[in-house]
Nanobody, 124 residues
Framework: QVQVVESGGGLVQPGGSLRLSCAVS????????IGWFRQAPGKEREGVSL????????DYADSVKGRFTISRDNAKNTVYLQMNSLKPEDTAVYHC?????????????????WGKGKLVTVSS
């Protein structure tokens, strides 16, 4: 079955860290780029980060640059999003998606499939 499934997330205090995982099945990571997007309550979806299918190149939204790191483990067919220095405005449901673009700016227009998402809440 072709799917991506997120895990991780939860509640963290401002300044804390969390790691999200995206387990891919039905295809390998060298086939499609994998990205993360998020949707905060009452706000539009936002592309957050991408990692390429070939050369490990990455892209980040300005809002998370320097705080979030995307990586992948080909042996586990899994992509990770390490989130550090979290802020209350990072609170959102985070989804991973398979895509054919390498820009977070048009990730939402080029998603092939995506998961149900995991809630990340940043609050004291």
């Amino acid at each position: 079955q072709v799917q991506v499934v997120e895990s991780g997330g939860g509640l963290v205090q401002p300044g804390g860290s969390l790691r999200l995982s995206c387990a891919v099945s039905g295809f390998t990571l060298d086939y499609y780029a994998i990205g993360w997007f998020r949707q905060a309550p009452g706000k539009e979806r936002e592309g957050v980060s991408l990692i390429s299918s070939s050369d490990n190149s990455t892209d980040y939204a300005d809002s998370v640059k320097g705080r979030f790191t995307i990586s992948r483990d080909n042996a586990k067919n899994t992509v990770y999003l390490q989130m550090n220095s979290l802020k209350p405005e990072d609170t959102a449901v985070y989804h991973c998606a398979a895509t054919v673009t390498m820009s977070t700016k048009d990730l939402l227009e080029h998603m092939l499939l995506w998961g149900k998402g995991k809630l990340v809440t940043v609050s004291s």
